[in-house]
């Protein structure tokens, strides 16, 4: 796809991370004479559009008319076409093969050639607030409630994935063809197709010469990711010559993990696999900002489903994202943080409650550390083989783990102790070794 396709979005690389921004913005005008039109709404029917809120590669408008108040979402053209179209199909898959709370697809565009002049999905307003914004007022048991049915949801989308799709190979959905006797089918099963996925479309990755999926094994598809990583450094190394040293030591330490992990890849992952493996529908973005909650706890809606793809089961065997953190097995007293007799001056290192910040993150860990034994429960008991897809992914989420600070420049003397000493024969956790809780030597 040439890169004129992503008309409408500029890179910003002035931070730490490469940020996309919009070269042009939508304008609300032309959003409400798009709405009226989807709608089917009259002149005279009342249609006000307002912003709603903004993400990393799109904007969100409030559609509030006679047939009640929807989002629509206008997207940057990271990967055109394929973004549109692989979230519309994993929402309407979800809600047709479970209960999952998923907004509900009114209508949309994958392509650019429309009046608002960017993609769009018009979807349901979804009731309830982010959990992240009750969790702290939340109880335990409360928020045991929303791990449970988390659980729930999750292991439906296991099920479903594996025993009714039969979902094989690493891929974002993508309509699949009608089934036979039926070519108008407004339905047909969709499969993994081409990857939509940060490190793929991000800046000038986009235009590497890369296989994109979908994947038949692990392998191919880490060995892809591998390939981003060796043709990114490369080109920093390739730059000028009066380039920052640090960022050339950098690049060189990056492409000598790179080649290590390269070289460590088939060890941990067959590279021939027939028939294709097999794959699940996995949202690795499942933050509290993602998971909606009514005032009883209920979970009312899983939203952002941008970028979700179907993931061998050893990814899926990773505890939810709002779950990840570090271990805390003893509970904090909450007497010991912030009370009259700290040398704390002022007000300012205190919140409401007369508490320091020190204190609720320490709560946090120790609640996540809970609530990852009431997910797993949770998962063993609704889907059996869970228990055994944790044992055997420990190695391959470690080994995804190391490409993924390779990727990113993090950690990389450890990880490199990491690499090391699984060559050598011993398999500590890479977190471990990033704590410095292992001495790999």
């Known amino acids: 796809m040439p890169p004129h396709q992503r008309d409408g979005l500029e890179w910003d690389d002035r931070g730490f991370d490469l940020r996309p921004c919009w070269a042009r913005q939508p304008q609300l005008d032309k959003i409400a004479r798009l709405c009226r039109r989807v709608l089917g709404l009259s002149a005279e029917d009342r249609c006000l559009v307002t912003f709603h809120a903004e993400g990393a590669f799109n904007k969100l408008y409030l559609v509030e008319s006679p047939r009640g108040t929807s989002l629509l979402r206008v997207s940057l053209p990271v990967d055109p076409k394929h973004k549109t179209q692989g979230e519309v199909t994993t929402l309407r898959w979800i809600r047709r093969m479970t209960h999952a709370p998923v907004p509900k697809v009114i209508a949309f565009d994958d392509s650019q050639d429309n009046k608002v002049g960017f993609e769009w999905i018009l979807m349901e307003l979804m009731p309830g607030v982010s959990a992240y914004k009750r969790w702290r007022r939340m109880s335990m048991?409360?928020?045991?409630?929303?791990?449970?049915?988390?659980?729930?949801?999750?292991?439906?989308?296991?099920?479903?994935?594996?025993?009714?799709?039969?979902?094989?190979?690493?891929?974002?959905?993508?309509?699949?063809?009608?089934?036979?006797?039926?070519?108008?089918?407004?339905?047909?099963?969709?499969?993994?197709?081409?990857?939509?996925s940060r490190i793929f479309f991000m800046g000038d990755h986009f235009n590497y010469d890369i296989a994109r999926g979908p994947f038949r094994s692990s392998h191919d598809w880490l060995s892809a990711y591998l390939s981003i990583i060796?043709?990114?450094?490369?080109?920093?190394?390739?730059?000028?010559?009066?380039?920052?040293?640090?960022?050339?030591?950098?690049?060189?330490?990056c492409l000598r993990i790179a080649t290590k992990l390269t070289k460590l890849l088939p060890k941990i992952f067959p590279p021939l696999q027939n028939p294709a493996e097999q794959t699940v529908l996995w949202h690795d973005d499942l933050s509290l900002q993602n998971i909606l909650v009514d005032d009883d706890g209920k979970v009312t809606a899983l939203i952002d489903w941008e970028c979700v793809s179907c993931k061998p089961l050893w990814v899926a065997a990773e505890m939810p994202k709002f779950l990840l953190g570090p271990a805390r097995e003893e509970e904090p007293n909450r007497d010991g943080y912030g009370d009259a007799s700290d040398d704390v001056e002022g007000s300012d290192e205190l919140d409401d409650e007369g508490k320091t910040e020190l204190y609720w993150i320490h709560l946090m860990e120790y609640e996540q550390t809970q609530l990852r034994k009431t997910y797993a429960d949770k998962m063993k008991q609704l889907w059996p083989r869970w228990e055994t897809e944790v044992m055997y992914a420990a190695l391959k989420l470690d080994f995804f783990g190391a490409v993924g600070r390779c990727a990113a420049g993090w950690y990389l003397k450890r990880t490199e102790q990491w690499i090391d000493a699984v060559e050598g024969g011993a398999f500590p956790r890479l977190m471990d070794i990033l704590k410095g809780n292992v001495n790999s030597r």
């Not at 929303?146 to 039969?166: G, N, P, Y």
């Not at 969709?190 to 939509?196: G, L, M, Q, Y």
């Not at 000028?240 to 960022?247: F, P, S, T």
């Open 230 to 253: 060796h043709q990114e450094q490369a080109a920093v190394l390739a730059g000028e010559e009066d380039q920052d040293e640090d960022d050339r030591e950098e690049a060189e330490d």
């Open 141 to 196: 048991a409360e928020k045991t409630w929303v791990v449970e049915q988390v659980a729930e949801f999750q292991s439906q989308l296991f099920r479903h994935s594996l025993e009714d799709a039969k979902f094989q190979s690493i891929g974002t959905l993508s309509p699949g063809n009608p089934p036979p006797g039926n070519p108008s089918s407004s339905n047909p099963d969709p499969k993994p197709a081409r990857i939509v």
